[in-house]
Every structure is written in structure tokens, then in C-alpha cells.
């Protein structure tokens, strides 16, 4: 059974950093795509970043670009997402995901495993 857990969220004042974690179990980790989404109250979840199966490729959304940073270690099954110059309008539950799809990684969609989530908050 695969299962994703988030952890690393928190409160920060804007212009802080945090570094969220996916820890993730099963035989899946090494073959599989990783993303991060994000849910701000009474919006919809949205796209923030993905990493390649291999690491070696990543992709963010452009309200994201140049503060946040997502990395892979196969060998510790644990995707991260490094946040730095975080605003107030970057709270959100942050939710990590898997999918097995190499293409169309911004759409939800193409993700087949979630984890539950872990809750930013960023005060001004």
C-alpha cells in the first residue's frame, strides 16, 4: 500500500522560509513523478510544483518561480518543497503527490496517490 505524509508546515511571517516534507512508502517512490499542490481556503487546489522520476527535471507554477525549490531523494523516499520568501497569499494547505504519468504534470488528474496535506501559515 502507498501512502504520502506530509510534514514541515507551520506559522511564519512573511519574507520567512519553511521546507515542507512527503515521505512516501511502498515500491513506488524511484519510478514515480512528485508534485506539490495547494489548497487556500474557499479556493480551489492548485498546481505548485513537480520533479521528474528522476529527479532531474522540476517545474513550478509562475506564482512560485524563483522562491520555492522541489527536490527528490530516492534514497530516502522523501520529496521536499524548500519555500523561501513566503507572502501571505502562499497559505494554504500544501499536499504532496505521486504519479506514475510522465507527461501533463500540472493537472491533478495525472497524480495517483495523495498525501492528506500540511497547513502553511503565513502571517503579515
Known amino acids: 500500500q502507498v501512502q504520502l505524509v506530509e510534514s514541515g508546515g507551520g506559522l511564519v511571517q512573511a519574507g520567512g522560509s519553511l521546507r515542507l516534507s512527503c515521505a512516501v512508502s511502498?515500491?513506488?517512490?524511484?519510478?514515480?513523478?512528485m508534485g506539490w499542490f495547494r489548497q487556500a481556503a474557499g479556493k480551489e487546489r492548485e498546481f505548485v510544483a513537480y520533479?521528474?522520476?528522476?529527479?532531474?527535471?522540476?517545474y513550478y507554477a509562475d506564482s512560485v518561480k524563483g522562491r520555492f525549490t522541489i527536490s527528490k531523494d530516492n534514497t530516502k523516499n522523501t520529496v521536499y518543497l524548500q519555500m523561501n520568501s513566503l507572502k501571505p497569499e502562499d497559505a494554504a494547505v500544501y499536499h504532496c503527490?505521486?504519479?506514475?504519468?510522465?507527461?501533463?504534470?500540472?493537472?491533478?488528474?495525472?497524480?495517483?496517490?495523495w498525501g492528506q496535506g500540511t497547513q502553511v501559515t503565513v502571517s503579515s
Open positions: 511502498g515500491r513506488i517512490f524511484n519510478t514515480y513523478a
Open positions: 520533479v521528474s522520476w528522476s529527479g532531474e527535471s522540476a
Open positions: 503527490a505521486a504519479a506514475m504519468a510522465r507527461r501533463f504534470l500540472i493537472r491533478q488528474s495525472s497524480y495517483d496517490y
